[in-house]
């Protein structure tokens, strides 16, 4: 399994970006993945999850309201939408997932996950 984040950079507080997530090698009928993030000097934590049979979300009370988790089956591609960033929202945001269904709050609470992309980094300053 091999999972590619795109779409970091520089933003102004307030601003909007859109990360994607490219899946393959996944080899059983469904998936679940989620959006991660590791500030400077903090833990990693979870920011959201999809899955992709029934489309169900999960998001952290920190993103609740402001970041949007989809998904595009047909072309394995998972979107995290970010919207009103703000100035702790800097980190490196990692896509990551398991094969199989399974509860996304678990998997974003828990990173109870297998395979883990690079990260990209999400930079939000004036």
């Known amino acids: 399994v091999q999972l590619v984040e795109s779409g970091g950079g520089l933003v102004q507080p307030g601003g909007s970006l859109r990360l994607s997530c490219a899946a393959s090698g996944f080899t059983l009928p469904y998936y679940t993945i989620g959006w991660f993030r590791q500030a400077p000097g903090k833990e990693r934590e979870g920011v959201s999850c999809?899955?992709?049979?029934?489309?169900?979300?999960y998001y952290a009370d920190s993103v609740k309201g402001r970041f949007t988790i989809s998904i595009d089956d047909a072309k394995k591609m998972v979107y995290l939408q970010m919207d009103s960033l703000a100035l702790d929202d800097t980190a490196v945001y990692y896509c990551a997932g398991l094969e199989g269904p399974a509860d996304v709050g678990f998997v974003t609470t828990n990173m109870a996950v297998d395979y883990w992309g690079k990260g990209t980094l999400v930079t939000v300053s004036a």
């Open positions: 999809i899955s992709s049979k029934d489309g169900s979300t």
